[in-house]
């Protein structure tokens, strides 16, 4: 009796040894559900007005992203005259601030049966549009001793990975098949879509410490290089997120509706949208139309055309291959009737090279050095940068700014004034679409190279 026993409670052992990782698996996958953001308000987790000194996290981040942040007033975008002209223009059958497509990105639009209680749809881009529905870790997130990995392997989204991070905005900022702007939308009035992670994270504003505090056996991160990153980084994904959105609408695969080919939003606006005046005035025409013919719109080169530069800097052999196939893409897309075929074969294989240099870029070391070398090649390509438009020319901008604010920080220069003004001036004529010049942004790109 006593062996039958034993035996007995062996089997048993084994079999809720079995069993156990699959019981605690099915916790996990079960539904997790958007609770709203006031669940996030309390004094005592993210509703201080000020940041409290000495503790893990500010502790004021609601307050900051509802003073602040423009997300929260995302919902309200949609109750204006241009939201509800949009809506009339697009024949959505009822108010912006009521149609699924308008409000995928304009809210934490959520179905009744993935709310886990009743909140405001009228708040906008709140808390769990970016860090993930709460239901499942918002308590156990604030107990002593609790893992980051454990939040998000209960739902939550790792922000803390600059590549997660950007792909989170992307779903909006870029578009997803089932969040998206397209011709059609902007035709309507929606502006078109352009991004840079750590331009827009500053403008946000940032409602995290910078940096992080760093893992056990890991040094700390110097701060003067945490917008580096995310800029590098942020450029990666971006072209990598590009070339996929590019592949799935090659390929009809869009889930509303049959794809318009091609879809004008992927084009450059402007080579259509520009102020016309006499023919001996256009610096387009000036220079002709390298690599398409007269009136075909070229392909939107902005998430690649300073990109390149660090692409080939950092990883020689992937930059290079990577260069090749978006020149692919760009030569077929800037064709009246682009083949299919091609531009998915060649944004298909684009889209892992860029995925393995951002995957790089997210844990380099970066040095006054490396940033250096980025700031003074981005002037000299100022031609090629220049004439691919005007969005290529704002990411160019963007990207100065971002790095010599880095730079800056961790070199004191004795001409910083000179520069700082100089960048600005670059913004300045990025005001006016229609004023856009391409010698003139040229020669202050330039500029800027020579005060390097």
């Given at each position: 009796m006593r062996n039958a026993t034993i035996f007995f409670l062996r089997r048993l052992f084994v079999c809720l040894s079995v069993l156990a990782p699959c019981l605690l698996t099915a916790q996990v996958k079960e539904p997790v559900k958007y609770i709203g953001p006031d669940s996030c308000a309390a004094t005592s987790c993210h509703g201080n007005v000020k940041p409290i000194a000495d503790s893990r996290i500010l502790q004021n981040e609601y307050s900051t992203w509802i003073l602040q942040d423009k997300h929260s007033r995302a919902y309200q975008a949609l109750t204006g005259d241009v939201g509800e002209r949009m809506a009339r223009i697009l024949k959505l059958g009822a108010n912006a601030e009521e149609a699924p497509k308008c409000l995928a990105c304009h809210a934490l639009y959520a179905t009744p049966e993935q709310r886990g209680r009743a909140f405001e749809i009228s708040e906008g881009v709140s808390c769990e549009n970016c860090h993930g529905p709460a239901s499942a870790w918002l308590g156990p997130h604030t107990t002593r001793s609790w893992l980051h990995e454990k939040s998000?392997?209960?739902?939550?989204?790792?922000?803390?990975?600059?590549?997660?991070?950007?792909?989170?905005?992307?779903?909006?900022?870029?578009?997803?098949?089932?969040?998206?702007?397209?011709?059609?939308?902007?035709?309507?009035?929606?502006?078109?879509?352009?991004?840079?992670?750590?331009?827009?994270?500053?403008?946000?504003?940032?409602?995290?410490?910078?940096?992080?505090?760093?893992?056990?056996?890991?040094?700390?991160?110097?701060?003067?290089?945490?917008?580096?990153?995310?800029?590098?980084?942020?450029?990666?994904?971006?072209?990598?997120?590009?070339?996929?959105?590019?592949?799935?609408?090659?390929?009809?695969?869009?889930?509303?509706?049959?794809?318009?080919?091609?879809?004008?939003?992927?084009?450059?606006?402007?080579?259509?949208?520009?102020?016309?005046?006499?023919?001996?005035?256009?610096?387009?025409?000036?220079?002709?139309?390298?690599?398409?013919?007269?009136?075909?719109?070229?392909?939107?080169?902005?998430?690649?055309?300073?990109?390149?530069?660090?692409?080939?800097?950092?990883?020689?052999?992937?930059?290079?291959?990577?260069d090749r196939q978006v020149l692919l893409v760009s030569d077929e897309?800037?064709?009246?009737?682009?083949?299919?075929?091609?531009?998915?074969?060649?944004?298909?294989?684009?889209?892992?090279?860029?995925?393995?240099?951002?995957?790089?870029?997210?844990?380099?070391?970066?040095?006054?050095?490396?940033?250096?070398?980025?700031?003074?090649?981005?002037?000299?390509?100022?031609?090629?940068?220049?004439?691919?438009?005007?969005?290529?020319?704002?990411?160019?901008?963007?990207?100065?700014?971002s790095l010599y604010i880095a730079y800056s920080r961790a070199t004191k220069h004795a001409n910083a004034a000179e520069v700082r003004a100089a960048i600005n001036g670059l913004f300045q004529q990025l005001e006016n679409p229609s004023a856009y010049n391409a010698d003139q942004f040229a020669s202050a790109l330039r500029r800027i190279r020579s005060l390097l």
């Open positions: 998000v392997a209960l739902g939550m989204t790792d922000t803390r990975s600059v590549i997660h991070r950007t792909e989170k905005c992307l779903e909006c900022h870029l578009g997803t098949k089932n969040k998206f702007v397209d011709h059609e939308m902007i035709a309507a009035g929606h502006p078109d879509l352009y991004f840079e992670l750590d331009s827009f994270s500053a403008v946000m504003p940032r409602h995290w410490k910078v940096p992080r505090e760093s893992e056990p056996g890991k040094p700390a991160e110097d701060p003067a290089w945490v917008g580096v990153r995310e800029w590098s980084t942020g450029q990666a994904v971006q072209l990598r997120a590009a070339m996929e959105r590019l592949t799935w609408r090659a390929k009809g695969e869009r889930i509303d509706k049959k794809d318009a080919w091609p879809e004008y939003s992927e084009l450059s606006c402007f080579a259509c949208h520009h102020a016309l005046g006499p023919a001996k005035d256009s610096w387009r025409q000036e220079h002709g139309y390298v690599g398409r013919r007269p009136g075909d719109p070229a392909w939107n080169a902005s998430s690649y055309a300073v990109f390149r530069l660090l692409a080939k800097q950092i990883d020689s052999a992937n930059g290079q291959e990577l897309m800037s064709k009246l009737n682009p083949d299919r075929n091609v531009v998915a074969a060649a944004a298909c294989a684009a889209a892992p090279l860029a995925q393995r240099i951002a995957e790089r870029l997210a844990v380099m070391q970066y040095d006054q050095a490396v940033v250096l070398r980025i700031l003074q090649r981005i002037p000299d390509d100022a031609e090629n940068i220049a004439l691919a438009d005007e969005r290529a020319a704002e990411q160019a901008a963007m990207a100065l700014d």
